[in-house]
């Protein structure tokens, strides 16, 4: 067994001492006093509660008052008590039946405790040092605090505090200065920004605080709305003297809860921290307890099937009106966790936070527009201000007032920062650039319309009759109500447009709602209706209702459109639909709005809504009955009427009647298909040409007035892919290759030329 390196300096030091002092004997107390300097030692004793200083005071005084000297003159040997022995003894015991092999100065100091009759040993007790507290702190990290004043730290925590350990004094660190952080002092500093208005939610604050029993308010609402503001201003307020005459000179102390919390290793260490927290408090004058989401209180630290949590300690301190606390939480949490527990929320007075308004919301921007211009480094203007708060409040809809506000000036600062050099001069935030982060964050297009997207709304109609052929009317109305809206001219309270789009099967009301979506540049949902015909299947649109399986989830409908607010949404064939799904869709096309099982809103103001509908195609197709009937079309606007309510018919924008295809339109059609066709044969180096014979023998084959287009892609795909499929497998065009297409006495008829043999092929070469 051998002595470590320290311990070996700490006797020698002992000695040294012993020596230097002129004394007889090296007793326990000289060996304390050379451990004292050790930093090992050190470290334990602080964790202890120890004061080092003190302790090395304490046992100066001893050797001066109680220790003879030897006389000058005479030689000075000093010899080991036998207490001094025994305290090695037992600490080289110590380690050996630990099953270690070196022996370190702190085995040593737990060995001194041992000597009860030492002086060594009364001056540790004298300062609230147990051997156990040592031991404790040795094994598992744990740092005490002791009595009423003090809490636990980890181990893990040494290193980050060592700074703060230098020259504490003897009570060791003060809890509230480990747990809390004082907001007067801060707003002293200059690290809190002003508050602006809520004059009437700071003085029943005020007056609350002033009472004698109960005088605790909490601040209840929803979250972005100031809370915590508040709470800051009041520190403020404070600070400038601006508070009744009973709350000069008061101290806010915010309550860290990660840090009350982070370590809590053993049962009860977080109830210890927490108690010295409220001590500390009681011993400070004035002091103010500030707990933002004050409902992490309810069921903090209770061991499991306990009832004692954080909240039940407070409670004494509470009632009795020896501790002012303030706390902040929301409506939902207040409701679910904080009023539960009946004798805890008796205990406050509930100030209710309203969001504010667009003006008053505007007056706290201003106010606090010269912190975000001093930090980004750019000016914001008047308009750019204005419209951050109007723009916040209009489309950013899942955060409130004057939060949303404050990261939209913010955000746009950071973009102008970002993107200006380190020479460039003080930058201006313009309204263009708030719309633009407004778009970002809430996925809408900008107010301003940039020239990419007016030249694609230009060309939307034209584009959309290049897709879609023969229904030049359809396609001129839902433009035209696309291009009002964009215009900024449309209902601001409603989506884009809501469509009904009417007609036989197979003429093109999906495709349109797909060309439209990818002409625009922005999202396609689709959601067929065919599976939402029984009634327990539309809640999958808004959530299933509490109780039931998935109730958690949210809604598909609800979901897609809070993920891609700028969308087309196609909603197919919505006869087949359940009639409670109808009263669904009369708050989205009135007020662009529908709220989910968990209470968040979807907002549709950017989304165009398209129905699909066959219903009256049968009325249509009908061959009309005697002389000087009703035609067609009114037949089918009657069974439209049969079907769709009228109220809900008096939301929709329009009812769009597809016509059925004509002839001249098939042609097209078949050139829209082939020309589909080719390009996936390109990929494989297979190029078609349609001789004008085959295309004609297509559009006259598969032209069905009943049925619209559908009938030429499967007659496409029976007489023209599937012998492809097998030439390209297994025949001719492996590798490759050219492939003509013609109609042969009433068939069609395939010529093929394989790639070897065939010539480079143009772009002109291909029909």
């Known amino acids: 067994m051998r002595i470590s390196r320290e311990l070996e300096i700490s006797l020698a030091l002992a000695f040294n001492e012993a020596r230097r002092r002129r004394h007889e004997f090296v007793c326990i107390e000289h060996l304390l006093y050379a451990l004292l300097h050790d930093e090992d030692i050190i470290d334990i004793i602080r964790h202890c509660g120890g004061d080092v200083d003190a302790l090395k005071r304490a046992l100066e005084n001893f050797f001066d008052r109680h220790l003879e000297r030897v006389p000058d003159g005479l030689p000075v040997q000093p010899q080991q008590t036998t207490g001094f022995q025994r305290v090695l003894q037992r600490a080289a015991a110590h380690v050996q039946s630990a099953g270690k092999e070196e022996i370190q100065a702190r085995n040593v100091l737990v060995a001194i405790f041992r000597e009860q009759d030492s002086h060594a040993a009364y001056f540790m007790e004298q300062q609230g040092i147990t051997r156990l507290d040592v031991l404790n702190y040795i094994s598992h990290g744990v ?48 690290k809190i920004d002003p508050i602006i208005g809520r004059e009437q939610e700071l003085a029943r604050t005020a007056h609350v605080l002033c009472r004698r029993r109960k005088n605790n308010p909490v601040f209840v609402g929803e979250p972005g709305v100031g809370k915590t503001a508040l709470a800051e201003g009041l520190a403020l307020m404070i600070h400038r003297g601006k508070v009744p005459r009973s709350l000069q000179n008061a101290k806010i102390y915010a309550l860290d809860m990660g840090a009350l919390l982070a370590g809590t290793r053993f049962r009860g260490d977080f109830e210890q921290r927490l108690k010295g927290v409220i001590a500390g408090l009681r011993k400070q004058p004035n002091a103010i307890l500030f707990i933002d989401e004050i409902h992490t209180l309810v069921g903090a630290g209770a061991a499991s099937g306990g009832s004692l949590d954080a909240s039940n300690i407070l409670k004494p301190a509470l009632q009795a009106g020896e501790l002012r606390c303030i706390g902040a939480t929301t409506y939902q949490d207040y409701k679910n966790y904080f009023e539960r527990d009946r004798a805890l929320a008796r205990r406050f007075q509930k100030i209710e936070i309203a969001e504010p308004t667009v003006e008053q919301t505007l007056e706290i921007v201003r106010g606090l527009k010269k912190h975000y211009e001093r930090h980004h480094g750019v000016t914001y203007t008047r308009g750019a201000l204005k419209a951050a708060v109007e723009l916040a409040a209009r489309y950013i809809n899942d955060r409130h007032l004057p939060d949303k506000a404050l990261d939209v000036i913010d955000e746009a600062g950071a973009k102008l920062q970002a993107e200006g050099g380190p020479t460039q001069r003080r930058r201006v935030v313009r309204v263009k650039d708030v719309e633009q982060i407004v778009a970002q964050m809430a996925k809408i297009p900008p107010r301003s319309v940039s020239v990419s997207d007016r030249e694609r709304l230009q060309t939307l109609e034209r584009d959309l009759k290049l897709s879609v052929f023969g229904q030049d009317e359809a396609i001129h109305t839902l433009a035209s109500a696309i291009k009002l809206a964009r215009a900024g001219l449309g209902q601001p309270e409603k989506p884009v447009g809501c469509f009904l789009f009417a007609g036989p099967t197979g003429v093109g009301k999906t495709e349109v709602a797909k060309q439209l979506a990818s002409t625009l540049g922005i999202e396609f949902i689709r959601f067929d209706m065919s599976e939402y015909m029984e009634a327990h299947t539309v809640s999958r649109l808004i959530g299933a209702p509490p109780g039931y399986v998935g109730f958690d989830q949210g809604g598909l409908l609800t979901d897609a459109i809070r993920k891609t607010p700028h969308a087309v949404l196609l909603l197919d064939e919505i006869e087949k639909a359940h009639p409670n799904l109808f009263n669904i869709l009369l708050q989205v096309m009135d007020h662009a709005t529908l709220t989910d099982n968990n209470g968040r809103k979807a907002d549709f103001r950017n989304v165009i809504l398209i129905m699909t509908t066959n219903a009256g195609a049968q009325e249509m197709a009908a061959a009309p009955i005697g002389f000087g009937g009703r035609s067609n079309e009114h037949r089918s606007q009657e069974a439209l009427e049969r079907l769709f309510s009228p109220e809900f018919r008096n939301r929709l924008d329009a009812i769009i009647h597809f016509k059925p295809l004509t002839p001249d339109v098939v042609e097209k059609v078949v050139d829209k298909f082939i020309a589909q066709l080719d390009a996936q044969l390109n990929e494989r180096q297979v190029f078609l040409q349609i001789t004008p014979a085959a295309r004609q023998y297509l559009a006259e084959k598969g032209y069905d007035r009943a049925f619209g287009a559908r009938p030429m892609a499967r007659l496409i795909q029976t007489e023209i892919k599937r012998v492809l499929a097998d030439e390209i497998l297994f025949g001719r065009l492996q590798n490759g290759g050219r492939v003509e297409v013609d109609a042969v006495g009433g068939r069609l008829a395939f010529r093929y030329e394989p790639l070897s043999e065939a010539r480079p092929v143009g772009a002109a070469d291909i029909d």
């Open 143 to 190: 740092s005490k605090i002791f009595e009423d004043n003090f809490s636990r730290l980890p181990a893990g925590d040494e290193d980050d505090d060592e700074e703060e350990l230098e020259g504490e004094p003897r009570k060791g660190r003060d809890p509230l200065a480990l747990f809390t952080t004082e907001l007067v002092a801060k707003a002293a500093a200059g």
